[in-house]
């Protein structure tokens, strides 16, 4: 988790795009949002937040290939305390850990 979220800003995600689709209702909470192909878009407390994403070539690590999709995030009207408040849960729901 970050202390602060800018309003562009740029993520290598380490997952396939089916399991971003799969993951992103529950991120996303609330907040009303259409998805057109590879973006979406979302109102979010009066402001917007617009995703886009391509999937990137996998990472490769010896012999383990990690999947990358490379997303684009945008905020538009919201201030650094609703965009903290947004990005909180959504890192919390896109998180993943092993063990």
Do not use: N
């Not at 995703?51 to 690590?61: A, Q, Y």
């Amino acid at each position: 988790m970050q202390a602060f979220y800018a309003e562009k800003f740029d993520r290598e995600m380490g997952c396939t795009e089916k399991e971003w689709l799969g993951w992103l209702p529950q991120a996303m909470g609330p907040h009303p949002y259409k998805l057109v192909s590879q973006a979406v878009t979302a109102d979010i407390d009066g402001g917007s937040l617009s995703l886009s994403w391509r999937v990137g070539e996998p990472r490769t690590i010896a012999l383990a290939r990690i999947p990358r999709l490379l997303v684009s995030f945008r905020f538009a009207g919201l201030d650094e305390a609703q965009r903290y408040r947004f990005m909180k849960r959504f890192d919390l729901y896109m998180q993943r850990g092993g063990g």
